[in-house]
Nanobody, 114 residues
Framework: QVQLVESGGGLVQFGESLRLSCTAS???????MGWYRQAPGKQRELVATITSGGGTNYADSVKGRFTISRDNAKSTVYLQMSSLKPEDTAVYYCNRNSGGIIYWGRGTQVTVSS
């Protein structure tokens, strides 16, 4: 069973930055990795994904503000979040897609105050 552990969440003010990390208990070398988020009362939504080759995809709401990256040697994927807004407040989940088998972390809370 692959485990994903997120870290780096917290309480920040409008306009500040945070970097989330997600470390996997197994290699992520060939996997698509992603970050999703779920705000209270809302469905979980895609934030960003990164392929094994480094190709990235972002939700329109975070383009230009968030950057996803990966370090395969550390089995870790990052989400650098800048210019944070109150609407970015959510639990952020790491996701690993291994040939169609999906794994989720337990999430890390990000709260942005105005």
């Amino acid at each position: 069973q692959v485990q994903l552990v997120e870290s780096g969440g917290g309480l920040v003010q409008f306009g500040e930055s945070l970097r989330l990390s997600c470390t996997a208990s197994a290699s992520i070398f060939s996997n698509v990795m992603g970050w999703y988020r779920q705000a209270p009362g809302k469905q979980r939504e895609l934030v960003a994904t990164i392929t094994s080759g480094g190709g990235t995809n972002y939700a329109d709401s975070v383009k230009g503000r968030f950057t996803i990256s990966r370090d395969n040697a550390k089995s870790t994927v990052y989400l650098q979040m800048s210019s944070l807004k109150p609407e970015d407040t959510a639990v952020y989940y790491c996701n690993r897609n291994s040939g169609g088998i999906i794994y989720w972390g337990r999430g890390t809370q990000v709260t942005v105050s105005s």
